[in-house]
């Protein structure tokens, strides 16, 4: 699976910003999918993740409220809507992709996905 993510730019504090991933190749429904985001000097930190059917979503607890993930099986993509943005959500976000053990776990942990995209910038100004 190769995965491109878009949608990243610079915004205001409480505005909105909605993030897509595309994927590519076969058996895209079959992954977990997850965003993660990562700042300078920081670990890649789980933000939200979507089981196979998109059934199942957790979300990290600072965003819970504001964000939503979603997926389109047949279109290959995921998305992130992220509203009320504030400055502590600035960081370079990324989508992976997973074959989870079980249908409906949602993996937090990064080392155990297999495939990354390229990431793309948020950046929040106060």
């Known amino acids: 699976v190769q995965l491109v993510e878009s ?8 505005a ?4 897509s991933c595309v994927g590519s190749g076969r058996a895209f429904s079959s992954y977990g ?18 089981n196979w059917d998109g059934s199942h979503t957790d979300y990290l607890d ?7 993930i979603s997926r389109d099986n047949a279109e290959k993509t995921m998305d992130l809507q992220m509203n ?10 990324y989508c992976a992709a997973d074959l989870p053990a079980e249908a409906y776990y949602i993996e937090k942990t990064d080392s ?3 495939y990354w995209g390229q990431g793309t910038q ?5």
């Not at 990243?8 to 504090?13: E, H, R, S, Y």
């Open 16 to 19: 909105s910003l909605r993030l």
């Open 112 to 114: 155990k996905y297999d």
């Open 84 to 93: 009320n943005l504030n400055p502590e959500d600035a960081a370079v976000y």
């Open 7 to 14: 949608g990243g730019g610079l915004v205001q504090a409480g």
């Open 33 to 50: 999918m997850a965003w993660f985001r990562q700042t300078p000097g920081k670990e890649r930190e789980f933000v939200a993740g979507i």
């Open 122 to 126: 948020v950046t929040v100004s106060s």
């Open 62 to 68: 600072f965003v819970k409220g504001r964000f939503t």
